[in-house]
């Protein structure tokens, strides 16, 4: 077990004071975080707390992320021997890992005489795997571990004021600052309510944790926007920002696992306190709200009408599952080639920018590497 997931079973025992590490309470100076590792911290809160806009920062195909990967494997690549001593378990994991990375870029290498930088670009889909080495190098080193952890603790925490504000303003807020004229985004944007999830994780965190015990006033403030903030989002629009509050949900009762757990009675009172306001709430304030959230849009999706977007992906899903088995079942087709070429919709489309891959991770992996690649990312 890493240190880091020893710190996320011990949350609710330690509070989440993002102020203390937890590995560190007792000692008397606390060195500074390598430069990497403040880069790799910049890099989470942007995309933690404002979304899509700051993964953009750069210039195709080589963004920010790229950069900040690169440099943090060179931060972690001597930890090596300390990576397997501290969780040897990882190992089946790790291999898989580096057959997929193998993989992605024995095909991104065929692809270049091709499709050039376009390969590249979409590799992508595998090279981001990397980040996983460089989780496992900083959980082998306990203190910045510990003080990764509670910065990305303290990001929810902005995150939910941050997205809080956002829907009230209408999405206004995120419409602001600079547009990247190489995206034709403003840097503040995130994709539809991709900020919610972040909100209610930030919202649950605050609400149902021991988090900022010592500072009553900022924690009832806090616990106002997270009533205000999850009332928000469960009336807004789009359906990822209600998987977001569920997925948070999940979160907080999986950490009420933990040694020295939150109780079932305890963790019943604050969903009970949460929720019935933030629903008497709603449904005071907000006429028709099944409509408004769109929760119906759950039980109108139909693969027959050719109007919803289930119709439209899944002829995508079905063309490109024919040309992979057609062309190469084993390696598919490989990095390069815009996927949008098989949409029947988007064939004659001018900038397919937008659109390159399907709206599916899986898909796209197999369309990509085909069933081997697939057999390894399912693994």
């Known amino acids: 077990m890493t240190y880091l997931s020893q710190a996320v079973q011990q949350l609710p025992e330690a509070g989440l004071d993002a102020r203390v590490p937890i590995a560190s309470r007792q000692r008397k100076s606390v060195r500074p975080l390598p430069w990497p590792v403040l880069l790799l911290l910049a890099y989470v809160a942007g995309i933690t707390i404002i979304g899509k806009g700051p993964t953009y920062l750069g210039y195709p195909p080589l963004f ?8 943090s494997l060179l931060l972690i690549a001597p930890l090596r021997p300390q990576v397997q001593k501290a969780d040897p378990q990882r190992a089946f994991l ?10 992605g870029m024995t095909l991104t290498l065929r692809a270049l005489p091709e499709w050039k930088l376009d390969a ?6 595998v090279y981001y795997a990397l980040f996983y080495f460089v ?3 900083l959980a082998a080193q306990a203190q910045i571990a510990d003080r990764v952890w509670n910065a990305l603790v303290a990001f ?31 840097i503040l944007f995130n994709a539809r309510d991709e900020t919610g999830q972040n909100l209610a994780l930030g919202a649950l965190l605050v609400i149902g944790t021991h988090m900022l015990r010592k500072r009553p006033f900022l924690r009832v403030a806090l616990i106002g926007i997270s009533i205000v903030g999850l009332g928000s989002l469960l009336g807004s629009e789009g359906r990822a920002v209600r998987l977001g509050f569920l ?7 999986a950490l009420s696992f933990a040694p020295k757990p939150i109780t079932i009675g305890r963790r019943a009172r604050m969903l009970v306190m949460t929720a019935v306001p933030v629903a008497l709430v709603l ?10 959230a769109q929760l119906d849009r759950f039980s109108e999706e139909s693969f027959s009408e050719k109007e919803t977007t289930a119709y439209w992906r899944l002829l995508w899903w079905e063309r490109l599952l024919e040309e992979v088995v057609e062309r190469n079942p084993a390696f598919g087709l490989g990095f390069g080639e815009s996927l949008h070429v098989y949409h029947p919709a988007l064939e004659n489309l001018s900038d397919p920018w937008m659109l390159r891959a399907p709206h599916n991770i899986h898909v796209t992996v197999l369309a990509r590497t085909g069933f081997v690649g697939l057999m390894i990312w399912t693994l």
């Open 64 to 71: 920010w992320g790229e950069v900040v990967m690169a440099v």
């Open 94 to 103: 790790s291999l898989l890992i580096v057959l997929w990375l193998t993989l």
């Open 120 to 125: 590249v670009r979409d590799a992508a889909t």
């Open 135 to 137: 989780g496992l190098g």
């Open 156 to 186: 929810w925490v902005i995150a939910l004021i941050w997205g809080t504000a956002d829907l009230l303003s209408g999405k206004q807020l995120s419409m602001m600052g600079p547009v990247l004229p190489w995206r034709g985004v403003p």
């Open 247 to 253: 997925a948070a949900v999940s979160v907080l009762v």
């Open 283 to 292: 449904l005071l304030t907000i006429p028709d709200l099944h409509r408004k």
